[in-house]
C-alpha cells in the first residue's frame, strides 16, 4: 500500500533554515507528481509546492516562491523541501501528498505529517 | 487565485442525520473539485475526485455533487466515525487552493 513518511521538522529560528524530507513506498514513484501543502496550527489547509515526476516541472505557493525549493531523488523514491528565510508565519505541519493528475490536480495520499516552528 | 468558500463554517448533527455541506468558488471550475475529510491530529483523507466521483473505499452515504461554481458535499445516516472536518479543493488551476473548512460536530 502507498506509504508516505515525513521527517526533518523542529523547532528553528527566524530567518533560520530547515529541509524536510518524505519517504515514500507501495508505488512506482517517478510516476507521480508530489506535492507538499502545510496547516498552520487550528488553521485550514495551503497547498505549498508541487513538482512532477521527472523534476522537470515545479510549481510554488507567491507564499514561498524565493525561499522554498521543492525537490526529489526518484532513486531514493524521496521527496523534499528546502526551506530557507523561515518566518513564523512559516509555522505548520507540513505535509507530503502523492498527487493524482488524472482529472486536475488531486492529492489521493498523505503523509502524517511533521511539524515545523519558526519562533525565537 | 480562486477563491474557495465553504459554508456552513461548523454544523452540528446527530448520528442518522442528513447533512450537506456547500462549497463554492470564485469562478467556473467545471468540476475540477475533491473533497477531503480530515480527524484531529490526522492527515486529510481524499473522499471524494471530480465533483463527484466517491474514491475507492468511502462509504456510500457520501455523495458530491455540483458544477461550474457551486458543490455541495452530501452524508446521508451520519455514523459516528463521520464527525470530522471536511475541504473542498478546487483543482482547476495552480495555486489549488481549498475551503476554509467545515467542523462537523455531534450534537
Known amino acids: 500500500q502507498v506509504q508516505l513518511m515525513e521527517s526533518g521538522g523542529g523547532l528553528v529560528n527566524p530567518g533560520g533554515s530547515l529541509r524536510l524530507s518524505c519517504a515514500a513506498s507501495?508505488?512506482?514513484?517517478?510516476?507521480?507528481?508530489m506535492t507538499w501543502i502545510r496547516q498552520a496550527p487550528g488553521k485550514g489547509l495551503e497547498w505549498v509546492a508541487y513538482?512532477?515526476?521527472?523534476?522537470?516541472?515545479?510549481k510554488y505557493a507567491d507564499s514561498v516562491r524565493g525561499r522554498f525549493i521543492i525537490s526529489r531523488d526518484n532513486a531514493w523514491t524521496s521527496l523534499y523541501l528546502q526551506m530557507d528565510s523561515l518566518r513564523a508565519e512559516d509555522t505548520a505541519v507540513y505535509y507530503c501528498?502523492?498527487?493524482?493528475?488524472?482529472?486536475?490536480?488531486?492529492?489521493?495520499?498523505w503523509g502524517q505529517g511533521t511539524l515545523v516552528t519558526v519562533s525565537s | 487565485d480562486i477563491q474557495m468558500t465553504q459554508s456552513p463554517s461548523s454544523l452540528s448533527a446527530s448520528v442518522g442525520d442528513r447533512v450537506t455541506i456547500t462549497c463554492r468558488a470564485s469562478?467556473?471550475?467545471?468540476?475540477?473539485l475533491n473533497w477531503y475529510q480530515q480527524k484531529p491530529g490526522k492527515a486529510p483523507k481524499f473522499l471524494v475526485s471530480?465533483?463527484?466521483s466517491l474514491q475507492s473505499g468511502v462509504p456510500s452515504r457520501f455523495s458530491g455533487s455540483g458544477s461550474g461554481t457551486d458543490f455541495t458535499l452530501t452524508i446521508n445516516n451520519l455514523q459516528p466515525e463521520d464527525f470530522a472536518t471536511y475541504y473542498c479543493?478546487?483543482?482547476?488551476?495552480?495555486?489549488?487552493?481549498f475551503g476554509q473548512g467545515t467542523n462537523l460536530e455531534i450534537k
Open positions: 501528498a502523492r498527487m493524482d493528475t488524472s482529472y486536475g490536480l488531486s492529492f489521493d495520499h
Open positions: 479543493q478546487q483543482s482547476y488551476s495552480t495555486p489549488s487552493t
Open positions: 471530480a465533483a463527484s
Open positions: 513538482i512532477s515526476g521527472s523534476s522537470s516541472n515545479t
Open positions: 507501495g508505488f512506482t514513484f517517478s510516476d507521480h507528481y
Open positions: 469562478q467556473t471550475i467545471s468540476e475540477y
